[in-house]
């Protein structure tokens, strides 16, 4: 399916990412000389540390780096320790693990011979990225097999506590005619800092993100993919205080899409920025060599702020996602960044505002499989009008080429999906995608119509932020709360105690590896 | 005062009984799950039930949009409206009137008080985000909001509501033991009067196992409890509030 053009003004399209590169660039150099609890805790992950321990069934990767906490070991980082113990105690990295919860004191240990470390730590590094390299080759295979969905793929949320109700769930929509499915985290766990462990059966508005829920929600969509015969997409959440470690479980879990902003804590939940920035580089390395599709989250800004008056803060704020997401070695194939069908629906045109920002979302990131993002703001329990709306954005969504279609819900500011709310959504979405399929190679806009002006505008608008931002720093920029009106100081938030400056004899073979992988060893 | 008193639902004629219902059954799409959803309205009280359509969910779920007829009436006589005591205004509205009248936003302090370490009520009432698509206190103009999170003892809380010069305070007890909640609350309360700031201060409980009757009991303002939206608490402080200052 084809997709109509616009003309936007190509050197500020320059100018823009020229702008958003040297943001990123001043914070990445923040970035590199820090390490977090999280990176450091998902770094056990690969090398294969799972588990929980005692009555409290705390993450054993918790116990191991509280305990390097303790010990002054941690700006280090956890790598070396723990290898350097596998080494001298002849163990695997996970009895290592076990045993510093058994009490067992790193502190007294000797050092082996440098030669004999660097040996056996690549042999653990490779085994790591085999793991994740195996799981991304099955899940292409499969993929080739069943075979991809026409865009925009429709992606419904299943959130009821209990994963096996999730499951029943799920497979119901798979059958109804879904392409992703998302599994939405109970609320508060990104304030966690830590990953709840095994399937869980309750939750608060949604369900827990862990490893083995991520298991029995692949197994069930795979089966039904199998019976459907198309692929379906697997969605979580690496945002929060883990995102380090939720990549890596999506990783070994073969999850398709993870949720991935690199503002989006900071500014909706508060969490501290120097840890946010920090976790996202490291949660998008993971996903880039995972083959993981990310997706940002700039639809919540049209969620605080008026849709039309703050529209180039999206667009800003994409731009800046996009300059760390190239940082973390991630394709534009693989940025899903986000927009969404906020504005007042009783604004007059607001139909040609919807399109004019749709297409400068397209226009801007050819390449990048855009989330589009369904009305939610001016939804009310009119469910019959909110049905109106949600077919008006199909057709925006379809007639501008857009590729990942986050279904509207009728009864959105009700409650969360009843079964059948996510099956009028398809039949929505599959009517609208069906009737407008080739809508969008027909359309030619009016050079220099509303919609290619205020498109345009809407660019200009966002280089003014991204100048201002460049001026001031990425840090005091959103301390003066330049993105949706909200204000977070520097040294505020959650989690700034799990951040730590990198000592000379920090280490951390997977990181360097996954860099070297990619191309984007600095 | 008209003299009807009696009223049925109207689809186009006085009196029809009119209604649409739409539902979904665990059974298998087919004749059985027709007669099924048929029967399920009648035990309702519907005649005249038209299953208008039904559609395949797959899995063994079948939904439903019905149109049935109903003689059930209520005599708008007997029912008396207990006047809410908060009226619903918008965000918008909200922030408009505590601007114009306290001139100034009103400053919230928020925490999980005791042993608790469960931030979840606190965080959707206060976070920018909200809950259920209502946006959380932080988004509004109308309020300086303070969020000490998790596990606060009640004397580091009471430090912050003078140190900040609070308005208000919000307290959030979710997961307790043995009532242990009942004994957190009335230490925090029993400190605010020593303290001599419990009278200038609007003081609010929230949690699953909290009703706006034992929030009373225990000396606090009011009591919300599971699944109450940011706008409702906002909504109580602003009015509440303003009638203590006199504005």
Redesign the interface.
Same mark, same amino acid.
């Given at each position: 399916m084809g997709r109509p053009t616009i003309r936007l003004d190509s050197k500020l399209v320059e100018y823009a990412r020229s702008l958003a590169k040297k943001i990123t660039d001043d914070v990445q150099k923040i970035i590199d000389e820090h390490s977090t609890v999280s990176t450091e805790r998902a770094t056990l992950r690969l090398l294969g540390v799972d588990g929980v321990v005692g009555e409290d069934r705390i993450p054993l990767v918790n116990v191991v780096l509280d305990k390097l906490k303790e010990w002054n070991m941690l700006d280090q980082g956890a790598f070396k320790p723990v290898v350097n113990a596998a080494i001298v105690l002849d163990k695997d990295v996970q009895q290592i693990c076990e045993a510093i919860a058994d009490g067992l004191d790193l502190r007294t240990l000797p050092q082996p011979k440098r030669q004999v470390y660097e040996t056996f730590s690549k042999k653990l590094v490779e085994e790591a990225l085999a793991r994740i390299k195996r799981k991304s080759e099955e899940r292409d295979a499969l993929l080739q097999q069943l075979g991809d969905p026409p865009k925009p793929y429709k992606y419904l949320i299943v959130a009821t506590g209990n994963i096996y109700e999730d499951v029943?769930q799920a497979?119901?929509a798979v059958?109804?005619g879904a392409d992703i499915i998302a599994v939405i985290r109970s609320?508060?766990q990104s304030?966690l800092d830590y990953v709840p462990y095994g399937a869980t059966t309750e939750g608060?508005?949604g369900t827990y993100a862990t490893q083995e829920n991520f298991r029995i929600m692949r197994q069930a969509l795979d089966e039904a993919a199998r019976k459907v015969g198309r692929y379906i997409r697997q969605v979580n959440y690496a945002s929060g205080l883990c995102m380090p470690e939720i990549a890596v479980m999506a990783a070994l879990e073969g999850l398709d899409i993870l949720l991935n902003d690199a503002m989006y804590g900071i500014?909706? $939940?508060?969490i501290n920025m120097l840890r946010t920035f920090t976790d996202q580089y490291i949660s998008r390395l993971i996903c880039a060599y995972a083959n993981i599709t990310i997706n940002t989250g700039e639809d919540?800004y049209l969620?605080?702020a008026d849709a039309i008056e703050k529209a180039h803060t999206v667009t800003a704020s994409q731009l800046i996602n996009e300059q760390f997401a190239l940082k973390a070695g991630l394709k534009p194939q693989l940025m899903g960044l986000g927009h969404a069908f906020e504005i007042n629906p009783n604004v007059e045109d607001s139909l040609l505002y919807e399109i004019a920002h749709a297409m400068l979302s397209r226009e801007l990131f050819p390449d990048c499989p855009v989330k589009y993002m369904p009305p939610? $703001?001016y939804?009310t329990g009119n469910i019959f009008k909110g049905y109106a709306m949600n077919t008006l954005f199909n057709l925006v969504s379809s007639m501008t080429g857009q590729s990942i279609q986050l279904l509207g819900i009728l009864t959105?500011?009700i409650?969360t999906p009843?079964?059948?709310d996510r099956?009028l959504a398809l039949v929505n979405a599959n009517y609208v995608f069906s009737a407008a399929r080739h809508l969008g190679d027909e359309i030619l806009f009016k050079p220099d119509g509303f919609i290619e002006k205020r498109a345009n505008e809407v660019l200009r608008k966002a280089v003014e932020l991204l100048e201002h931002i460049s001026d001031v720093g990425l840090f005091s920029a959103i301390e003066q709360g330049i993105f949706?009106d909200?204000k977070r100081s520097r040294e505020g938030g959650?989690g700034l105690e799990g951040v730590f400056k990198k000592s000379e004899a920090y280490e951390n073979p997977i990181r360097s590896a996954l860099e070297h992988e990619l191309g984007v060893r600095r | 005062m008209s003299e009807r008193n009696l009223v049925r639902p109207y689809g186009d004629q006085m009196d029809d009984g009119a209604v649409q219902l739409s539902f979904t059954l665990p059974v298998e799409f087919g004749p059985l799950a027709r007669e099924a959803a048929k029967k399920f309205c009648e035990k309702l009280g519907f005649y005249e039930v038209t299953i208008a359509t039904m559609e395949d969910l797959s899995e063994g779920y079948t939904f439903f949009v019905v149109y049935g007829k109903t003689d059930v009436a209520v005599d708008l006589s007997s029912i008396k409206v207990i006047a809410p005591k908060v009226q619903r205004l918008p965000r918008e509205k909200i922030d408009e009137l505590v601007l114009q009248k306290l001139k100034r936003p009103i400053v919230v302090v928020g925490a999980t008080i005791g042993t608790d370490a469960h931030t979840i009520g606190l965080d959707s009432i206060l976070n920018m985000k909200g809950f259920h698509g209502d946006y959380g206190l932080e988004r509004y103009k109308a309020f300086k909001v303070y969020n000490l999170g998790a596990q606060v003892p009640p004397i580091e809380l009471v430090k912050k509501v003078r140190e900040v010069g609070a308005d208000v305070v919000l307290v959030s007890q979710v997961v307790t033991q043995r009532n242990i909640h009942i004994q957190h609350l009335t230490e925090l309360m029993e400190l605010l009067y020593a303290e001599n700031l419990r009278d200038k201060l609007l003081v609010i409980v929230g949690g699953p196992r909290i009703t706006h009757e034992l929030a009373l009991e225990l000396g606090y303002d009011a009591g919300f409890g599971s699944g109450t939206t940011p706008s409702e608490v906002a909504n109580f402080i602003v009015q509440e509030l303003l009638k203590k200052r006199g504005l």
């Open positions: 029943v497979r119901a059958f109804q609320t508060a304030l608060y508005g500014l909706f $939940r508060d919540n969620t605080t939610t $703001r939804m959105e500011a409650h009843y079964m059948h099956y949706a909200i959650k | -």
